[in-house]
């Protein structure tokens, strides 16, 4: 996978001066454009259009500071209509604009080119199950929270500290279908998983698809194929540690991508730092390339 994965950032090397085809890229890698996107921004730690960018205002600044061609001719060559958009993606990389950094010869700020390879991991087992569920519905409360990799997610503890308790009797008295019991599940908004990403979080039950659910609100949900992982270890940092291996070593050596869908979590409330156990639940579906592609 790893060696498809580098063949496919080649591609977008070569292709930085024009049109960039994700589409092909993904294909070379021998996934879907959304497993691809997925997984580099769980390798890389940023979108893959962000990098992207990078890279090419990285290319374009060496053409800027060097001080021909005309900032025009450099918009155009990386894919820029008009200077003003150029001058737009050049400052959100640089900090500057590209005739100030011509005039001034500032410092510019550099991208290097990734690549990914081969770190020995992998010696904790990972136990989980694949589920086939049929439709189903969250019922709970929601609120747009940002992604925190390492530490407490102060916005999900005030989410869940602000539940009331008549929302909370409802959700209990709904409860009844796996994975059983009060729970979370994150929805994410785009292809980034880098700290600060935007996700609409939900604390609630799983329900059957037809359930009421009187002033709380719910998430449709199709019927599909989960990935269920179970978790013990110290509060939040096994389960990041776990959501990190999921996409960084599970479905690298299994023949499965994630596909769209909440991604559920139920945990044992605990105090920071103390043993919990915990169940994970991902959304995936059969790939093509299997363990070792």
Known sequence: MLER???????????????????????????????????????AGMPLTVYLRRRRMTLAGAEVLAGEPALLDVAVRYGYGSGE??????????GIGPGEARRTGA?????????????VEGSTAMRYRIVEKEPFRV????????????GVNAAATAH?????????????ELSGREPEGILSAAVHLTDSREDGAEVDYWIG????????????????????TWAVFDNHGPYPRALQELWRDVFTQWF??????????????????????????SQLWIPVERSGGGAGA
């Open 5 to 43: 994965l580098n063949q496919a950032l080649d591609h977008l090397e070569a292709r930085l001066y024009g049109e960039v085809d994700i589409a092909e890229a993904a294909r070379i890698a021998a996934m879907s454009e959304y497993h691809f996107r997925r997984m580099f921004s769980t390798l």
């Open 85 to 94: 958009a150029f001058a737009r993606a050049f400052r959100s990389v640089h």
């Open 107 to 119: 410092v510019l700020t550099a991208q290097p080119r990734m690549s990914f390879r081969v770190v």
């Open 139 to 150: 019922v709970g409360r929601r609120a747009r929270i940002p992604l925190v990799h390492e």
């Open 160 to 172: 869940l500290e602000g539940l009331d308790e008549r929302a909370v009797a409802r959700m209990k």
């Open 205 to 224: 039950v799983v329900t059957g698809p037809d359930a009421a659910a009187e002033n709380l609100d719910t998430l449709d949900v199709p019927a599909g």
């Open 252 to 277: 690298p050596s299994n023949p499965y991508a994630p596909r769209p869908g909440p991604e559920l979590l139920l945990t044992r409330p605990v105090e920071i730092g103390a043993e919990t156990d």
